[in-house]
């Protein structure tokens, strides 16, 4: 199978490490291509970047269809352009938020969630409220840190996530932990071998459940939320 994986953003740096992590725990018969958006943000720290990341996502959704890929992931935690993507694909996509939530309440009673900031705090609980997640979430606790210093300094922001994840579970009563931003991919393993609890990295539950599914045969529906736009947008 083909999976083409959009970063919605302009970081080399962060599209790199999603090409590292993508290939080291895909099949070895799943061909991955990583690429990143030409214009827009270095990072999404807000909901306007967000904003600003759609249109040149939704473009290399549409170039990704029309190259044959079997499926689509937004590699980002905040779903930017998820919902718009499916209108437009007939093939699976898929951000990395709502498929690791949906992971982490078959693995335990209650997960906690790290994101970068404060400010991001209360998007992340208001996504998970649209979800009907609220009695599942013990907590969503912020590193303190930017998405690009999560993305060039490892080190810091694996102690720093280290003691978050400790406290929700000491304190929060989390049992899974997600790590809420794709700039920490390829951290979970060493919190996770600390803690001993499931430790989630977003973009390896999104390349795993994607091949499933597509194994599956199986993509969104598209007769409701996801139905196809009735007009080409010009521009």
């Not at 980002?76 to 919902?83: K, P």
């Not at 931003?181 to 393993?189: F, H, P, V």
Request: with cysteine; charged share 25%.
């Amino acid at each position: 199978m083909k999976i083409f994986i959009i970063n919605p953003n302009t970081s080399r740096s962060m599209t790199e490490k999603i090409r590292t992590v993508a290939n080291r725990v895909k099949r070895k018969d799943t061909d991955v291509r990583v690429t990143c958006i030409e214009s827009g943000p270095t990072t999404i720290e807000c909901s306007y970047d967000e904003a600003y990341a759609i249109a040149p996502t939704i473009d290399l959704v549409k170039k990704a269809v029309a190259e044959g890929y079997d499926a689509i992931i937004l590699a980002c935690f905040c779903e930017v352009g998820v919902e718009a993507a499916r209108e437009v694909s007939p093939v699976p996509v898929f951000g990395l938020e709502e498929i690791t939530l949906a992971t982490a309440i078959t693995l335990g009673n209650k997960f906690g969630v790290m994101t970068e900031k404060q400010p991001r705090v209360a998007m992340k609980k208001r996504h998970v409220r649209r979800y009907g997640l609220l009695e599942r979430m013990a907590s969503i606790r912020p590193l303190g840190l930017s998405v690009a210093e999560l993305d060039q300094e490892p080190e810091r922001t694996k102690a720093a996530g280290m003691e978050l994840a400790r406290q929700m579970v000491e304190e929060d009563g989390a049992e899974v932990i997600i790590m809420g931003c794709a700039a920490m991919a390829g951290y979970s393993d060493e919190i996770e071998a600390s803690l001993g609890v499931p430790v989630l990295d977003p973009l390896t539950v999104a390349i795993k459940m994607t091949e499933a599914i597509v194994d599956m045969g199986q993509t969104h529906s598209r007769v409701g939320l996801f139905a196809p736009p009735s007009r080409e947008v010009n521009g």
